[in-house]
């Protein structure tokens, strides 16, 4: 059977002929979550030695009254603050060092956190201090007794790569202002019922499609236009053939003039102004037969 390396003995590592030194120095980086780990703290000779060996991943292990784990592991230690010994943060390198660059001696850290009655995180903001910037630490602590221990990784959020991975990543609303319509220059048009963009509005359309108005709505899950000619070509030039928009009369402007007056379906399929080439292929059910006006604002 494979010799487990999470588990094992001095006496065990000496017996596959691992030297003395070899062999502690595995001891001494404990634990391990894979052989690979357990190799690259050895020497070339000394790492083929373990090849045979095998290692069941853990996050701590315990040997002659000693806790080992690494960074970032929450641990409930029996026996409250009377039970340790010592406790110790560091660089595995150098076990028990207390020394700049090395490591730091963090019992009385460790007692006051058992005092509180409070769960133990081997992180430098539990411990309060950094011995070794950079360095992935080890934390050691020696008890009298080591029954009842038992450790686990704490909760932290999950990090992602980008916002858009973050399942309640706020979903984003566009609200974007149709172009210059007939009656936005010419006050006589007011009285004349759903005044289609000028060319002034068609250019002013189109230049917003090369812009933050014209990515918004194409990258938009959904878009939703009034059933108002200048709404829809509006959208149409922005999507430019890159996609339909969904016809709602609920959110046409609230009627102040004739001008906020729709058009029947009929008529509009058959219009032929810039941007409505294809609002027969539009979803929605805003375009009614008889839409006149809507009462939302």
Excluded at 215 to 221: G, H, L, P, Q
Excluded at 233 to 257: C, K, M, P, Y
Aim: charged fraction near 25%.
């Amino acid at each position: 059977m494979a010799l487990e390396l999470n588990s094992c003995t001095l006496e065990e590592l000496l017996a596959i002929g691992l030297d003395a030194e070899a062999a502690q120095r595995l001891l001494q980086f404990r634990p391990y979550q894979c052989l690979d780990e357990a190799q690259k703290v050895q020497d070339r000779s000394a790492a083929s030695s373990l090849a045979g060996c095998s290692v069941l991943p853990s996050s701590v292990t315990a040997g002659h009254r000693v806790l080992q784990c690494y960074e970032d592991m929450k641990l409930l230690l029996p026996g409250g603050s009377e039970n340790v010994l010592r406790a110790w943060f560091g660089d595995p390198e150098f076990p028990w060092k207390d020394e700049i660059g090395k490591g730091a001696s963090c019992t009385d850290a460790v007692k006051e956190v058992l005092r509180a009655n409070r769960p133990l995180i081997t992180s430098c903001a539990c411990l309060g201090c950094d011995p070794v910037p950079g360095v992935w630490k080890q934390f050691r602590v020696e008890l009298m007794t080591l029954d009842g221990y038992t450790a686990e990784e704490p909760f932290y959020p999950k990090l992602y790569e980008t916002v858009e991975e973050v399942p309640s990543y706020p979903q984003w609303v566009a609200f974007v202002r149709h172009a210059q319509a007939g009656h936005n220059v010419d006050r006589a048009l007011i009285e004349k019922p759903d005044n289609p963009l000028t060319e002034v509005g068609v250019a002013q359309a189109l230049k917003a499609k090369e812009g933050p108005a014209g990515a918004a709505v194409r990258a938009a899950e959904l878009v939703v236009t009034s059933p108002l000619k200048r709404a829809m070509q509006t959208a149409g030039l922005l999507l430019g053939g890159s996609g339909h928009a969904e016809v709602d009369s609920g959110i046409s402007e609230r009627w102040s003039a004739p001008c906020d007056e729709g058009t029947a379906k009929s008529e509009l399929v058959l219009a032929r102004h810039p941007g409505l080439e294809e609002i027969s292929e539009w979803k929605g059910h805003g375009l009614t037969e008889a839409v006149t006006s809507s009462p939302c604002s």
